[in-house]
């Protein structure tokens, strides 16, 4: 077999593979031979067709698949060959195929780029030091209650805190605009979750009141049609609730899951969740500052093939969390929203792949079996959900890749130069209080979503 390979441009190849005639004919033999044993022909007894009746009637047929798997063999073959490794299936065209002559194809495929590990030693990273002081437990245990609250209708007016239902409708000169209308909306006054002009609107209203008023819209907002621009709006109150938090009794704990120990076992069980959730979000911070830097000392020129892979799986993920789960009902997430992500995916992949043949690292499998009791701690039968997973060999190699990234990541921050850098809870963990999701606070009007803005 012949093989001659050409660069076209960056990791592209073109592969040009002469096949001899001699092989393809044997082949083709070969398989009208085992077809004619199982073939079924009008007045021939089943395995006694004579050979050239078969290849009369079907040997177009058993051609083609022969030739499919000539190209496919012989393409994998001058791989090895050549000592090349595609990045992803090759584009095989220019396929001649006269009867008697050698097969000859063309092939077109990208190739591995080949990674040259720079600056591991000495990566520079700051290990942020906090500690879950008492007014965060404080403040997590409000938060808790936040989420057991209820709402109670009251007649006075609203303030800072309360739930109102309204119905509303905006206009910009005369005209409605997207967003500009809705109907039995909830809005809890102090979250801003609505842009601020819309909330100050319903200060001091009460069940049953009509009011009017105007809203700017800032120059960035999302809806260009009314950036910048004052609407006037009409609301209609149905209803002002005040919150009811539930008191830090034994119902409240059991609501938890605690049954014995009260508000002092809560508080213990929260405060080391807050603990072990620190630790991970300053697990991730370190880690993500090795991989930037490792981004920016080693710069891999990325096959297109993994990049517009990378991209798929991210958008059919997004079309996942969005609750899209047929693929083809027409949602169209624009590549742009992926792109750069995928890039990144793909030449830290690359580079942490290079580091771990480098290393000669094999899968920590006790690291493998806590990343398994760890996912099935959300299952009901968090047993059988190990087992489950354990039998799925896409989840194994998946979790197998963690680990040894891990693993990776682990032996260059044994080598990084890491300096604590102190900080508090709230910082680190982004945490305010009263952050939950009140009854009824996602049914918003979008044109004055603040969180859209």
Request: glycine residues 6%; proline residues 4%; aromatic residues 6%.
């Amino acid at each position: 077999m012949q093989v001659s390979v050409e660069t076209t441009r960056g990791l592209e190849r073109r592969m040009r593979v002469q096949v001899p005639a001699e092989r393809v004919e044997r082949a083709v033999t070969e398989r009208l031979k085992s077809f004619s044993k199982r073939a079924k022909i009008n007045g021939f007894r089943p395995g006694k067709i004579p050979l050239d009746v078969v290849k009369q009637r079907f040997g177009d047929q058993v051609r083609q698949e022969v030739l499919g798997d000539l190209l496919r063999d012989s393409c994998n073959e001058a791989f090895v060959q050549q000592k090349l490794n595609p990045a992803g299936g090759p584009r095989i065209d220019s396929v001649t195929d006269i009867p008697g002559k050698d097969l000859e194809f063309t092939a077109t495929f990208e190739v591995y780029p080949e990674v040259k590990l720079h600056a591991l030693d000495g990566i520079k990273v700051q290990r942020p030091v906090a500690e879950v002081a008492d007014a965060d437990l404080h403040a997590m245990v409000d938060n808790l209650r936040q989420q057991r609250a209820s709402w109670e209708s009251i007649s006075r007016g609203a303030r800072k805190g309360d739930r109102v239902q309204v119905d509303f409708e905006g206009s910009i000169d005369g005209d409605a605009f997207p967003g500009s209308k809705g109907e039995k909306t909830f809005v809890v006054l102090g979250e801003n979750r609505m842009l601020e002009d819309f909330e100050k609107g319903l200060d001091g209203v009460c069940a049953g009141e009509n009011r009017e008023f105007e809203v700017l819209f800032p120059d960035d907002y999302h809806v260009k049609e009314v950036a910048g621009k004052s609407a006037h709006f009409r609301v209609i109150v149905h209803r002002v609730d005040e919150q009811r938090l539930p008191e830090l009794d034994e119902t409240f704990c059991k609501s938890f899951g605690i049954t014995e120990g009260g508000i002092e076992k809560l508080r213990a069980e929260v405060a080391a969740n807050m603990r072990s959730e620190m630790a991970d979000n300053v697990r991730r911070r370190m880690k993500d500052q090795v991989l930037d830097a490792l981004l920016a000392a080693n710069p891999v020129d990325l096959p297109a093939t993994l990049v517009d892979e990378e991209v798929e799986r991210l958008r059919q993920d997004a079309l996942v969390r969005i609750g899209v789960k047929d693929s083809n009902k027409g949602v169209e997430l624009p590549r742009e929203l992926f792109e750069e992500q995928a890039k990144r995916r793909v030449s830290l992949g690359l580079i942490i792949g290079e580091i771990i043949s480098q290393q000669q690292f094999k899968v920590d499998e006790q690291r493998v079996t806590a990343r398994l009791e760890h996912m099935a701690n959300d299952y009901s039968n968090p047993a059988e959900a190990v087992r489950s997973m354990r039998t799925n060999p896409g989840v194994m190699r998946q979790l197998e890749t963690l680990v040894l990234e891990d693993q990776a990541v682990d032996w260059l921050l044994d080598k990084a130069m890491v300096t604590d850098k102190p900080t508090t809870f709230r910082e680190l963990m982004h945490f305010h209080e009263h952050e939950n999701d009140h009854a009824g606070t996602k049914q918003r009007g979008p044109g004055i979503h603040e969180s859209n803005v």
